[in-house]
C-alpha cells in the first residue's frame, strides 16, 4: 500500500517550520496481528508515520533536513518499521516528496546564496589581476634585462 502523510509546520531543530509531504510503502505481512493490535491499522500507520516524521525533522537544523533527503527516508523508514512490526505491518520504504519552506525565508535563503557566489566571484576576479600583475612584471623584468644586453 502507499500512503501519503503530511507533517504540518513541524520545527527543525533550529526553529524553522517547514511543512514535509511523504508517501509511506507498507503491506500487511500478519492479517491476524493487524487485526488483532490496533483497531485501524491503515490509520496507526499513518499516525505513526507522522509522529515519527515531526521526531526526526526536530532532530535536524534546515540545511540537515534540505541537504540529506535519503538519509531522512532511511532513518524515518527503519523507525516506522519497529513501530509497526509489532501489528504485523512491513513498511519498506519513507520518501519524502516535497519540503515546504516559508517564503520570506526561501527569499532569504536565496539572498544568501547570490550573496556568496558575488563573493566567490570576486575572489576569482582578484586572483585573475594578481596573475596578470605577476606576468607583467615578469615581462617588464624580461624587457628591462633584453635592453640592458642589448646596448651592452
Known amino acids: 500500500m502507499t500512503t501519503q502523510v503530511s507533517a504540518e509546520q513541524s520545527l527543525t531543530k533550529d526553529n524553522v517550520p517547514v511543512n514535509v509531504d511523504t508517501i509511506v510503502y507498507w503491506r500487511v ?4 496481528l493487524a487485526a488483532l ?4 491499522y491503515g490509520a496507526a500507520v499513518i499516525g505513526a508515520a507522522q ?4 521526531d526526526i525533522i526536530g532532530q535536524k537544523n534546515l540545511n540537515e533536513v534540505l541537504g540529506d ?5 532511511f532513518a524515518l523508514t527503519e523507525v516506522l518499521d519497529r513501530q509497526t512490526e509489532p501489528w504485523g505491518v512491513k513498511v519498506t520504504s519513507v520518501q519524502m516528496r516535497d519540503i515546504k519552506i516559508p ?3 526561501q527569499h532569504a535563503m536565496s539572498l544568501v546564496a547570490q550573496a ?8 576569482m576576479l582578484g586572483q585573475s589581476e594578481v ?3 605577476e606576468q607583467f612584471a615578469l615581462a ?4 628591462i634585462q633584453w635592453h640592458c644586453n642589448f646596448e651592452a
Open 29 to 32: 505481512m500478519d492479517p491476524k
Open 131 to 133: 596573475t596578470i600583475a
Open 51 to 54: 509522529t515519527a516524521l515531526r
Open 140 to 143: 617588464s623584468t624580461t624587457i
Open 37 to 40: 493490535e490496533v483497531a485501524d
Open 116 to 123: 556568496d557566489r558575488e563573493v566567490q566571484a570576486r575572489k
Open 103 to 105: 517564503d520570506v525565508l
Open 69 to 73: 533527503r535519503s538519509g531522512l527516508d
